[in-house]
């Protein structure tokens, strides 16, 4: 029993230490620099505001057209990309892909009425979006759904001068069948 306890023990200590360890690590340099948002003028950051907010509009008009080659051109395809999917699945930007495409395949139509957004800019090279909106979709069999609430948060950063999403996650209410 002793022994049980001491190697439980052992575990928890190594463990903290390795945290310890990882978290009083200098972080990795990076050669960009940014401006944070409080050093930010207004007009700077309503600018910034003013991009992501076209950038999201059109975004959700190619969503509406299921053209998922189109749609995938917003994020970036790296292997620190992250997706976050509704059903609770965590992803990379091919699973993302993939899991779109299988969707936009199996509608005739799709529209998204946004309901609220929040653009909040971190730094001038960094932002995090956030949505609520209802999405109606027709499948190709004819059959109507309604997605009540659709909630998503991307965060975008700047990358050779264009803004694109290196995280998405998305939460859906199941969809309700309309007659």
Same mark, same amino acid.
């Given at each position: 029993?002793k022994?049980?306890?001491?190697?439980?023990?052992?575990?928890v200590?190594t463990a903290l230490? *390795?945290?310890?360890?990882? @978290?009083? =690590?200098?972080a990795?340099? +990076? $050669?960009?620099?940014?401006?944070?948002?409080?050093?930010?003028?207004?007009?700077?950051?309503?600018a910034?505001?003013?991009?992501?907010?076209?950038?999201?509009?059109?975004f959700f008009?190619q969503?509406?057209? *299921?053209?998922?080659?189109t @749609?995938? =051109?917003?994020?970036?395809? +790296? $292997?620190?990309?992250?997706?976050?999917?509704?059903?609770?699945?965590?992803?990379?930007?091919?699973?993302l892909?993939?899991l779109?495409?299988?969707?936009?395949?199996?509608?005739?139509?799709?529209?998204?009425?946004?309901?609220?957004e929040?653009?909040?800019?971190?730094?001038?090279s960094?932002?995090?979006?956030t949505?609520?909106?209802?999405?109606?979709?027709?499948?190709?069999?004819?059959?109507k759904?309604?997605?009540?609430?659709?909630?998503?948060?991307?965060?975008?950063?700047?990358?050779?001068?264009?803004?694109k999403?290196?995280?998405?996650?998305?939460?859906?209410?199941?969809?309700?069948?309309?007659?």
């Amino acid at each position: 029993m002793k022994t049980n306890q001491v190697s439980q023990m052992l575990a928890v200590v190594t463990a903290l230490f *390795l945290f310890a360890a990882g @978290c009083s =690590s200098p972080a990795k340099e +990076t $050669p960009t620099e940014t401006t944070a948002m409080s050093a930010m003028a207004p007009e700077q950051k309503q600018a910034i505001e003013q991009e992501i907010s076209s950038l999201v509009k059109e975004f959700f008009r190619q969503v509406e057209k *299921l053209d998922i080659e189109t @749609c995938m =051109s917003y994020f970036e395809s +790296t $292997p620190d990309f992250q997706a976050v999917n509704p059903d609770g699945t965590f992803g990379d930007y091919n699973a993302l892909k993939k899991l779109n495409a299988d969707g936009f395949s199996q509608m005739k139509t799709l529209s998204a009425v946004p309901l609220k957004e929040a653009i909040r800019v971190l730094t001038d090279s960094l932002v995090l979006y956030t949505f609520t909106m209802e999405q109606n979709a027709t499948l190709k069999t004819g059959q109507k759904l309604k997605f009540e609430h659709v909630a998503g948060t991307m965060l975008f950063t700047k990358i050779n001068g264009a803004w694109k999403a290196t995280f998405y996650q998305e939460s859906a209410s199941a969809p309700v069948a309309v007659k």
